[in-house]
């Protein structure tokens, strides 16, 4: 989609500050060896297929919130939706030629408007419209992680390579990109801490708790990362990390909306938060294209305004598009599952399963001990079995091998 038409509607000569046009449809006319108006420092092409990892990974932010209930024909059909009639008008508002940038100057370094307060507010709304798992009462919506190792190593993955998220939108080496890296790196440090803090007041220290976090100040610094002194990634990190838990508290335990991955909250609500930070602490000095907001400067309120009217008109905007996408696929093909959750979306739609083994085969009501029990009766069960087999075969069948073979081959089994 981003090479058919995605790049244009984006990047394209705007038709009346609301969407690009299709000059560069296919992506043609966009070099390889000279710049653009959008991309002064960078090849065209390069800026290009950078903006395309932006235009990727918005929709797919939302999956999380509707984990294990939507439809894979809606899923495909809402993801076109919401690329076409969302994330496309929204960028070209804020980092295209379009109304929000060439009349107001919005300020959004890397996509704290454009991608974290539109999926959070799709993700709300979808986990609203959708309705809860089958055991969200159970778990009072925290439900236990499915593999903590993938989801360390997958924090890991995203934490690292947020620094190119971030810095990479400075399109060029030196102050800015570094002064970038240092203050991701503060909030997300930060605002995982809090994290830590209260899960340990609450229940008990909890890795998940500080991923979480972590993904919370990341997302949140997104939007003020390249126009404020990196010192101040601390204080919005900390910030960012109370928004974040608190707004989880209340969107799960509250009001009842089952946001799997707690998109609306880790993504959406720092997104708005970063996005607002910068009215308040935004720097010229750091960057020639910012603003100085209310702490700084002649201590305007003309840039925090700016911010808040963005927010609420991008907010507003994916919130009533999702609606509308959400109706018109429940009319078509439907929305939710109709067959029994406990088979999983893997199985009952693609056919596979993620791991190799099912919970329902183990009933709920075991404990931990008793199922270690279960697992390592299971696997005696198997060694003998094919310690037998291996015996009748022997006693039956003249040995073409030395005796010593079969030996091996039943301590390897025992083993």
């Known amino acids: 989609m981003w090479h058919l038409i995605g790049y244009t509607l984006v990047f394209g000569h705007s038709y009346r500050g609301i969407i690009g046009n299709f000059d560069n449809i296919l992506m043609l006319n966009v070099r390889y060896d000279s710049c653009s108006r959008h991309s002064p420092t960078i090849p065209a092409a390069l800026f290009g297929f950078f903006q395309m990892m932006f235009a990727a990974i918005s929709p797919l932010l939302i999956t999380g919130a509707f984990a294990e209930r939507l439809k894979y024909k809606a899923f495909i059909i809402f993801i076109i939706g919401w690329e076409l009639f969302i994330y496309y008008p929204v960028a070209h508002w ?3 030629d379009g109304w929000l940038k060439i009349i107001f100057q919005v300020q959004d370094f890397a996509g704290g408007m454009v991608i974290h307060t539109t ?59 570094v002064s970038t890296v ?19 007041i609450r229940h008990k220290p909890s890795a998940t708790a500080v991923l ?90 003309y840039l925090l305004g700016i911010q808040l009217m963005s927010v609420v008109i991008t907010g507003a905007w994916s919130g009533l598009i999702t609606i509308i996408l959400l109706k018109i696929i429940d009319r078509i093909v439907g929305l939710k599952i109709e067959h029994d959750e406990e088979l999983g979306l893997d199985e009952e739609e693609h056919g596979e399963q993620a791991y190799g083994w ?58």
């Open 94 to 96: 804020i980092w295209g």
């Open 119 to 177: 999926s959070g507010v799709s993700a709300l709304i979808c986990g609203k419209i959708l309705g809860a798992r089958k055991d969200f009462d159970k778990y009072n919506g925290e439900f236990p992680p499915s593999n903590l190792p993938l989801a360390a190593l997958g924090g890991a993955l995203l934490w690292t390579a947020w620094f190119g998220f971030n810095a990479g939108s400075a399109l060029q080496s030196g102050p800015l990109a």
């Open 182 to 200: 240092v203050a991701t790196q503060r909030s997300a440090v930060c605002s995982g801490v809090i994290w830590l803090i209260m899960s340990w």
């Open 212 to 301: 979480n976090g972590v993904i919370a100040g990341l997302a949140g610094i997104t939007p003020a990362s390249g126009y404020i002194d990196p010192q101040y990634g601390a204080v919005i990190g900390i910030i960012l990390g109370f928004t974040s838990y608190f707004s989880i508290l209340l969107f799960k335990h509250k009001l009842r909306i089952d946001d799997a991955l707690d998109v609306s909250s880790v993504h959406g609500v720092t997104g708005v938060v970063g996005s607002i930070a910068i009215g308040f602490f935004g720097q010229k000095s750091f960057n020639i294209d910012g603003k100085d907001g209310l702490f700084f400067g002649n201590h305007s309120p």
């Open 358 to 415: 099912r919970h329902s085969l183990i009933p709920d009501s075991l404990n931990e001990e008793q199922i270690h029990l279960i697992v390592r009766g299971s696997v005696n069960h198997h060694i003998q079995a094919e310690q037998k087999r291996l015996s009748h075969i022997s006693t039956i069948n003249k040995p073409s091998m030395p005796s010593i073979f079969h030996q091996n081959r039943r301590a390897t089994v025992v083993r």
